[in-house]
């Protein structure tokens, strides 16, 4: 067996076109353009990167980009009265401050002073609490991407068996949570799970968010299961030559391509997703801002 290959470039396209179309909309019919604001605090390089394209593709998709770029040694507080300038903002509709911050800096108590409704990250613990009860919330953005590609595949994934590979509070329980609320049967497994190889063969979902490269191999997948692989690694090349690397996820791809009915590839599946879901949750949220209707497909 040959998997199809899950294409989240290709993917995440479409969701962004989605997104392009709402915001179009929201600007014709009500004079609204949904605005983000991205914080960035200190030179990480690959930080600085991931933001770059966040803005970018903001403004493609027609919202107003606003970004904040912060020294390495700017006090908590000031970055907490940023944040609450930026609450107090109408033309902000939703917030993300960069992960990780300096270590002078408490992450809990920055991600909480955004207000839930802007919180665009899913990781207010208000909106953590919303979804772990079934309610409306702001959904983490690499998760919902996840989601919506497996309802794509799948169509309904009620009474399909997941196993979630990982217990992070950014991808590994929000998704236990969703496939929950899509009444998958749902197990979460990590590094320490007993017997971690037999729990994944069981798995018609199997969802890898461990951050251990190629971790899972293909003989602990269940024939025709669908991967989706979370994991973004940089491993040591020397095939490239010397120095070089190359990036795998926590599935042992080439083994798992033999048995898996579908997966998701390293790069080039899931990453491409978070920042279309992140353009997603901004329109969300200035729907929800504005009480107007929420856009279809691209929420939880």
Same mark, same amino acid.
């Given at each position: 067996?040959?998997?199809?290959?899950?294409?989240?470039?290709?993917?995440?396209?479409?969701?962004?076109?989605?997104?392009?179309?709402?915001?179009?909309?929201?600007?014709?019919?009500?004079? %609204?353009?949904?605005?983000?604001?991205?914080?960035?605090?200190?030179?990480?390089?690959?930080?600085?990167?991931?933001?770059?394209?966040?803005?970018?593709?903001?403004?493609?998709?027609?919202?107003?980009?606003?970004?904040?770029?912060?020294?390495?040694?700017? $006090?908590? #507080?000031?970055?907490?009265?940023?944040?609450?300038?930026?609450? #107090?903002? $109408?033309? +902000?509709?939703?917030?993300?401050?960069?992960? $990780?911050?300096?270590?002078?800096?408490?992450?809990?108590? +920055? %991600? @909480?002073?955004?207000?839930?409704?802007?919180?665009?990250?899913?990781?207010?613990?208000?909106? +953590?609490?919303?979804?772990?009860?079934?309610?409306?919330?702001?959904?983490?953005?690499?998760?919902?991407?996840?989601?919506?590609?497996?309802?794509?595949?799948?169509?309904?994934?009620?009474?399909?068996?997941?196993?979630?590979?990982?217990?992070?509070? /950014?991808?590994?329980?929000?998704?236990?949570?969703?496939?929950?609320?899509?009444?998958?049967?749902?197990? %979460?497994?990590?590094?320490?799970?007993?017997?971690?190889?037999?729990?994944?063969?069981?798995?018609?979902?199997?969802?890898?968010?461990?951050?251990?490269?190629?971790?899972?191999?293909?003989?602990?997948?269940? $024939?025709?299961?669908?991967?989706?692989?979370?994991? /973004? @690694?940089? %491993?040591?090349?020397?095939?490239?030559?010397?120095?070089?690397?190359?990036?795998?996820?926590?599935?042992?791809?080439?083994?798992?391509?033999?048995?898996?009915?579908?997966?998701?590839?390293?790069?080039?599946?899931?990453?491409?997703?978070? /920042?279309?879901?992140?353009?997603?949750?901004?329109?969300?949220?200035?729907?929800?801002?504005?009480?107007?209707?929420?856009?279809?497909?691209?929420?939880?």
């Amino acid at each position: 067996m040959s998997a199809k290959i899950i294409d989240g470039k290709a993917f995440a396209a479409e969701v962004r076109e989605k997104v392009a179309g709402h915001v179009s909309r929201l600007k014709e019919v009500h004079g %609204i353009t949904p605005g983000l604001a991205v914080v960035l605090v200190g030179d990480d390089p690959a930080s600085e990167v991931y933001v770059r394209n966040k803005g970018k593709q903001t403004l493609e998709a027609g919202m107003n980009s606003y970004e904040h770029k912060l020294p390495e040694d700017t $006090p908590e #507080a000031d970055l907490l009265a940023l944040v609450k300038q930026l609450n #107090a903002d $109408p033309a +902000v509709h939703g917030i993300l401050v960069q992960l $990780p911050l300096p270590q002078h800096i408490d992450e809990e108590k +920055v %991600i @909480n002073a955004i207000t839930p409704d802007k919180d665009v990250d899913g990781f207010h613990i208000l909106n +953590v609490g919303l979804l772990g009860t079934g309610q409306k919330a702001m959904v983490p953005c690499t998760p919902l991407g996840c989601l919506m590609m497996l309802r794509d595949h799948h169509g309904s994934l009620s009474g399909l068996n997941a196993v979630v590979v990982g217990r992070s509070n /950014i991808v590994g329980k929000p998704m236990a949570q969703l496939l929950l609320r899509d009444s998958c049967t749902v197990t %979460i497994a990590h590094s320490r799970t007993k017997d971690l190889a037999d729990v994944c063969r069981r798995a018609d979902i199997l969802v890898a968010a461990v951050g251990r490269p190629q971790m899972i191999p293909g003989d602990w997948v269940k $024939p025709g299961a669908t991967v989706i692989d979370v994991g /973004i @690694n940089r %491993i040591p090349a020397p095939e490239k030559g010397e120095g070089k690397t190359r990036l795998v996820g926590d599935v042992e791809f080439d083994s798992a391509a033999q048995v898996a009915g579908a997966i998701t590839p390293v790069p080039g599946g899931v990453g491409p997703m978070t /920042i279309a879901c992140l353009l997603a949750n901004t329109v969300t949220a200035c729907c929800r801002a504005n009480n107007l209707p929420e856009p279809e497909g691209l929420t939880a």
